[in-house]
């Protein structure tokens, strides 16, 4: 794959709006279907690590929920007051999802296993809760999956390790279902092990000790969702390697000397805003700046799809004149 298809999809993530709307599609299905069963399973049974496991499932419906609205309402066209487009919207919403996965299922899941620490385990029927967390394995799993196929694939088509892509993507409502969904089957087996655990040795507590690590958990997953959007709302450069190719793409064209600055700003997992101080040619004519800024544009358009802003300010270069004698 030669450097041009590597770099193409920006900011580090390629083209998918769509794939992006049907993998949160499927993740907010199955979390609905398996927030409902934790409920009655809880319930039923008496298990806190059960009832934290629903809050969870909730809080992860509420994520996807917030997620397709960041999605939609990121995709709308630019206008008067908003010229170069809301891209940097989906970072506000992601970032109140990943509030809503820390306060609907983090807060919850601590309360709610320290009250089982408190005033003892009254688990009824662990069977219940064993049938509810195996189909809600089964469809975290499913959700999961079409996740990691879309990670693999933008993974593969930039040539990098799915592990640093799921790092470093802007795409972040990908990386919330993909990091949501491995946390839910983390969640799974936690409550299960405290199920069997409050079995084996009939006490409460262990059901209590798997509702903290919950708690746990979804707190981590919150931090790390949260820093991930908060980084790219602040504003986030484009990867290193993409910084060099596009200072080279300009230094290749036949009136620009050199590359005094180079500004680049994620906006959105397609909208990349390219600034630079450009130093043209001396002997380049009015005419020849503005074909070769046009060019420039042009070329780096071509280069890397995810480009959609490029703005360029010939600039004198050379040494700082000399200061006037006073």
């Known amino acids: 794959m030669g450097k041009s298809r590597r770099y193409a999809g920006v900011a580090e993530s390629g083209r998918g709006g769509g794939e992006s709307r049907a993998t949160v599609l499927v993740a ?38 917030m997620l397709l609205t960041a999605l939609t309402r990121s995709s ?14 989906r970072y506000v919403w992601a970032l109140l999802a990943s509030v809503a996965t820390f306060f609907g299922g983090a807060v919850f ?16 029927d662990p069977l219940v809760s064993y049938v509810v967390l195996g189909c809600a394995f089964v469809m975290e799993a499913v959700s999961l999956v079409r996740g990691l196929r879309q990670v693999q694939g933008e993974a593969a088509r930039l040539e990098r390790p799915v592990g640093r892509h ?7 409502t990908v990386k919330a279902v993909v990091v949501e ?17 409050d079995q084996v040795t009939g006490q409460g507590v262990w059901d209590g000790i798997a509702s903290l690590l919950i708690g746990v ?16 709302l602040i504003g986030r450069s484009v990867s290193h390697q993409m910084r060099v190719e596009v200072r080279a793409e300009l230094l290749a064209l036949p009136h620009i ?33 503005e074909e070769g800024c046009t060019e420039a544009e042009r ?23 000399l200061p006037e004698p006073a």
């Open 109 to 124: 899941s601590v309360y709610d296993g320290v009250q089982a620490l408190i005033h003892g385990g009254q688990t009824v």
């Open 181 to 197: 969904d491995s946390a839910a089957l983390i969640g799974i087996g936690l409550a299960a092990g405290g199920l069997v655990a």
């Open 28 to 65: 907010a299905a199955a979390n609905l279907g398996v927030a409902a069963a934790k409920a009655v399973g809880g319930i039923v049974s008496g298990s806190s690590a059960m009832l934290s496991e629903a809050a969870h499932s909730v809080a992860d419906t509420v994520t996807e929920v």
């Open 257 to 289: 000397e050199d590359v005094l600055e180079l500004v680049t700003l994620i906006r959105g997992p397609d909208d990349v805003l390219i600034a630079a101080k450009i130093d043209l040619r001396d002997r380049s004519s009015a005419g020849e700046i």
């Open 299 to 321: 070329v780096l358009r071509g280069r890397f799809p995810a480009i959609r802003h490029v703005y360029l300010d010939p600039t004198p270069g050379g040494p700082d004149p």
């Open 217 to 232: 958990l979804l707190t981590c997953v919150a931090w790390n969702l949260g820093r991930s959007n908060a980084s790219l």
């Open 76 to 89: 709308r066209t630019p206008d008067e007051e908003h010229p170069l487009g809301y891209s940097s919207e």
């Open 166 to 172: 799921l790092r470093r993507t802007p795409d972040t």
